[in-house]
């Protein structure tokens, strides 16, 4: 959007590139990306039917409606990754949930990525921060993983409709999937806590852009 590029093919643009540049975060999350094929085929399934709603919304949207969604879509994102350990002390201990508990909050997650691509990593992070207790590195390392189904899925809607700038979109994929596996190594080393700061300072520091430019 600072290059001058309209909101929602900004949007089709990074998505589209962040799905390539997502490989590499994955590959840098190897050795914590555990899971049964049985465990992941639900949350995939999810996360598809989930981002071609969402996509197919966008491409229906107002370019003059979505941009004033932007700041507001990133600060509720960055909101609730930081209410997530709080959301997850109110699960009582020692209880379980359903998998339908989590696959619902995930394809509402979806949606949202399908329709925003840029927010839903941070709101991956939340939903996993809220209702697992799986560590941080574990968090981001599936994260990344149905990230890559989001955001791959809705490629297609946004490629069907013209909206993605391809040579834009291919010459920030090289810096993404430098950056996703270079900063993947570099998590991986890093106390939880600081972690969290730094996700919730990225999420913040774009809202507040948003809202000053918007």
Known sequence: ?????????????????MWIGNMGSIGGFREDLKLERKDALGPIVTCIVG??????????????????????????ATIVFAASPWLRREAPAGST????????????VSVYG??????????????????????IVRVNALKNLLVFFVNGTAVDPFAIAHAIAWPVALLMAVGAVAG???????????????????????GAGMSIYFFVHG
Not at 2 to 8: E, K, L, Q, S, V
Not at 188 to 201: E, F, Q, T
């Open 1 to 17: 959007m600072i290059a001058g590029f309209p909101p929602i093919a900004a949007n089709a643009t990074n998505n589209t590139a």
């Open 51 to 76: 981002s071609i709603i969402g996509s197919v919304l966008l491409l229906r949207t107002p370019e003059s409606a979505f941009e004033r969604s932007v700041p507001y879509l990133l600060a509720f």
């Open 97 to 108: 949930r359903s998998p339908l508990a989590t696959l619902m909050p995930l394809f509402a």
């Open 114 to 135: 399908g329709y925003f691509g840029a927010g839903i990593g941070i709101m991956l992070l939340a939903l996993f921060a809220a209702t697992t207790s799986l560590p």
């Open 180 to 202: 996703g596996y270079g900063g993947a190594r570099i998590i991986r080393r890093l106390p939880p806590l600081v972690v969290r700061i730094i996700v919730i300072a990225i």
